[in-house]
């Protein structure tokens, strides 16, 4: 038998109190982002054992806690692995550097990273912008062909941030769906 928690939400504050056999929860009413993710956890739990999404979760959780960019790669092997092939069925969305953008951006931000997508700068926008643990991480993403790394190189967009930065260059094949090319370095 799964044990469920009890959640209360009272002074600002988060609860909560194991029950057996009682499938009541109290309603909120907006709880802050920290409290959000604490109650979707909650939920997630009682309901499921050690599942796919854990373990990518987990992954990310490592990466971002230790801005190792070695463990950064896999991450994005495993999510894109796990799209269902009858997503790209009928329709050519997998030769846009636009999908893999937004589906990268739609995981990390489904996981509360800070991303920015499109991060403009003077010379042009890198595609997606991580920032954890003092580190930033400038992804340039490419379909098929190109030197994602080179161009990140080429237009300086690292200059606008300061403190450890990582440049990630990333190719996609299409046909096969899964990156082609990982490479990286810190400047």
Same mark, same amino acid.
């Given at each position: 038998?799964?044990?469920?928690?009890?959640?209360?939400?009272? +002074?600002?504050?988060?609860?909560?109190? *194991? !029950?057996? +056999? /009682?499938?009541?929860? @109290?309603?909120? &009413?907006? *709880?802050? +982002?920290? &409290?959000?993710?604490?109650?979707?956890? #909650?939920?997630?739990?009682?309901?499921?054992?050690?599942?796919?999404?854990?373990?990518? &979760?987990?992954?990310?959780?490592?990466?971002?806690?230790?801005?190792?960019? /070695?463990?950064?790669? *896999?991450?994005? $092997?495993?999510?894109? =692995?796990?799209? =269902?092939? +009858?997503?790209?069925? @009928? /329709? &050519?969305?997998?030769?846009?550097?636009?999908?893999?953008?937004?589906?990268?951006? #739609?995981? %990390?931000?489904?996981?509360?990273?800070?991303?920015?997508?499109?991060?403009?700068? /003077?010379?042009?926008?890198?595609?997606?912008?991580?920032? #954890?643990?003092?580190?930033?991480?400038?992804?340039?993403?490419?379909?098929?062909?190109?030197? *994602?790394?080179?161009?990140? $190189?080429?237009?300086?967009?690292?200059?606008?941030?300061?403190?450890?930065?990582?440049?990630?260059? !990333?190719?996609?094949?299409?046909? #096969?769906?899964?990156?082609?090319? %990982?490479?990286?370095?810190?400047?």
């Amino acid at each position: 038998m799964q044990r469920l928690e009890k959640l209360r939400y009272s +002074n600002g504050n988060l609860q909560n109190e *194991p !029950i057996e +056999n /009682n499938l009541s929860l @109290n309603c909120f &009413h907006q *709880p802050c +982002n920290a &409290h959000q993710r604490y109650i979707n956890d #909650a939920i997630l739990q009682s309901m499921i054992i050690v599942s796919e999404k854990e373990l990518l &979760h987990d992954e990310l959780l490592d990466f971002i806690e230790t801005g190792d960019v /070695n463990k950064l790669e *896999p991450i994005i $092997r495993h999510l894109f =692995a796990s799209i =269902a092939y +009858n997503n790209y069925t @009928n /329709n &050519h969305i997998d030769r846009y550097e636009g999908f893999y953008s937004s589906v990268l951006f #739609a995981f %990390f931000i489904g996981f509360g990273v800070n991303i920015i997508a499109e991060d403009v700068s /003077n010379r042009g926008r890198i595609d997606l912008t991580l920032k #954890a643990c003092g580190q930033t991480f400038l992804l340039e993403l490419k379909v098929t062909d190109g030197e *994602p790394l080179e161009q990140i $190189r080429r237009m300086k967009y690292y200059e606008k941030y300061s403190g450890e930065r990582y440049l990630v260059g !990333i190719v996609f094949d299409p046909k #096969a769906r899964k990156i082609s090319k %990982f490479e990286w370095e810190m400047v």
